[in-house]
């Protein structure tokens, strides 16, 4: 998915800005970069993440950087941040988001002669280029950046960094947050809210959907207002989130506790303990407990020194090696017990089976998994969580496949919580994965839990509304 941060001050902001970057490392993937303008112009630093912390990689740079504003992200893919000279000027740039009709925007800007794109990934278009060849393409700032809100089939999110300030923008629809961050000598624009406190900012504004402002050390002016319709992503609060953010006024951890009490209200099955997949299933299992008043325990505990989160590797095998080295199980705690496990979400249910299976092996007696969100049933078209996954690898759209031969088959059948084809399907997971038991959250439960009008909230995951 990625991240990104960005600060404007009246005194050197590098060492906000680096931290401020790295409170984005659970978003990102392979690849960190800071830029920075100071006296002498941009400087700028990009590194490999995918075998490192954040941190790690940057400390000796930062030592190098001086500036009143910076930006970092941490990117799915790309290089990022870009600097770019363009009649606009000179500027540093960082995006978070998908676009679907690259090709065809790059196509479009090819027929026009004079453009050329170099920032290359594995043959394909950076494209944080591509958002900067259509901003180049205004008269203004402002003019190129309504360009991407109107060309880009997706979403785009970004900063970019001038001489002068930092434009900070929120997508079309507000899929991805923004948030402002205040404090005596300075402002923040971060995805993630969390990097406030320990930074010492507190909450100013939250961007709305297409919302554009400029920041400068002096203050905050808006140059783009937000549009009326907002799609913000519901997986913010089931999976992608940290558990101390806030978006919309929504905090996270509030959110899965919901979430998970929910699940609870819902069922009726035995259990002697609850628990939840590491990290992101703890928040819903800590909800469920409550609300259910059986014990929550930790039949597993991660392993965090070395291990890096589960789904940043592109390759399925490597993902699959972390995900089981980084969970070490507790004989004492699973021995002979009906263990409820509570998990974010079921993608493809590879590394899910992988451990309870494992679970079983050290002598759980029965495994109940109860997922905090409905069956996926569509790949994500506006955040670029994982480039490689397609509708089919999802395990709901597997097991349909299995079900019905048409080619072709209703899925709103498989929405329907309340219809046969979706106990069918819940079924054939549950099989495969082995389970006890598999009882996924309903969707209006989940949004309830979210707390955000539905009309607000994207579920495209789930019922392919987006």
């Keep these: 998915m990625g991240g990104l941060y960005g600060v404007v001050s009246k005194s050197d902001c590098v060492e906000d800005l680096f931290y401020g970057t790295d409170y984005h490392s659970h978003l990102g993937t392979r690849r960190g970069g800071l830029a920075a303008r100071g006296k002498d112009g941009f400087i700028r630093f990009i590194h490999n993440i995918e075998n490192a912390q954040f941190r790690s990689k940057f400390e000796s740079d930062i030592l190098r950087m001086s500036g009143n504003m910076g930006i970092g992200c941490i990117s799915d893919m790309e290089d990022q941040p870009l600097l770019i000279t363009s009649h606009l000027g000179s500027y540093a740039l960082v995006t978070v988001g998908k676009i679907n009709n690259l090709q065809d925007l790059a196509d479009e800007a090819f027929?026009?002669?004079?453009?050329?794109?170099?920032?290359?990934?594995d043959g394909t278009i950076n494209p944080t280029e591509l958002v900067a060849t259509l901003i180049n393409q205004g008269e203004s700032f402002e003019e190129g950046i309504r360009k991407v809100h109107e060309l880009?089939?997706?979403?785009?999110?970004?900063?970019?960094?001038t001489p002068d300030c930092i434009y900070a923008g929120r997508d079309r629809y507000g899929r991805t947050p923004l948030i402002i961050g205040e404090k005596q000598d300075g402002l923040c624009a971060s995805m993630e809210s969390c990097a406030f406190p320990n930074l010492g900012y507190q909450h100013r504004y939250e961007l709305g959907p297409g919302e554009v402002v400029r920041l400068t050390p002096e203050g905050m002016e808006s140059r783009i207002p937000p549009g009326k319709q907002l799609r913000i992503c519901a997986f913010l609060w089931i999976y992608f989130g940290?558990?101390?953010s806030d978006y919309e006024g929504i905090n996270v951890e509030h959110a899965r506790n919901r979430c998970g009490a929910a699940l609870a209200r819902n069922d009726a099955v035995e259990a002697d303990l609850v628990a939840g997949i590491p990290d992101s299933g703890i928040g819903h299992a800590i909800g469920y407990s409550n609300e259910s008043r059986k014990p929550h325990c930790r039949p597993f505990v991660k392993y965090t020194p070395t291990w890096p989160r589960s789904f940043m590797p592109q390759n399925q095998d490597v993902r699959d090696l972390v995900a089981r080295m980084k969970l070490i199980p507790i004989r004492a705690i699973i021995e002979n017990k009906r263990i409820l496990f509570c998990e974010d979400s079921i993608v493809r249910g590879t590394q899910l089976k992988d451990t309870i299976r494992r679970l079983f092996q050290f002598g759980a007696r029965e495994v109940h998994v109860r997922p905090a969100c409905p069956p996926l049933l569509y790949a994500c078209r506006f955040l670029n969580f994982s480039r490689t996954r397609s509708d089919m690898d999802l395990a709901g759209r597997k097991a349909i496949s299995e079900i019905d031969q048409n080619p072709k088959p209703d899925l709103a059948l498989y929405t329907d919580h309340c219809s046969e084809s979706y106990a069918a399907m819940v079924e054939v997971i549950r099989k495969k994965l082995n389970l006890t038991s598999l009882k996924y959250q309903t969707l209006p439960d989940m949004i309830e839990a979210i707390g955000l009008p539905r009309e607000k909230v994207c579920t495209y995951c789930w019922d392919g509304k987006g």
């Excluded at 027929?111 to 990934?121: D, I, L, T």
């Excluded at 880009?152 to 960094?161: H, Y």
Aim: charged letters at 20%; aromatic letters at 12%.
């Design 111 to 121: 027929r026009k002669k004079g453009v050329h794109f170099s920032e290359m990934n």
């Design 242 to 244: 940290y558990p101390a």
């Design 152 to 161: 880009v089939d997706g979403s785009c999110t970004f900063l970019i960094l």
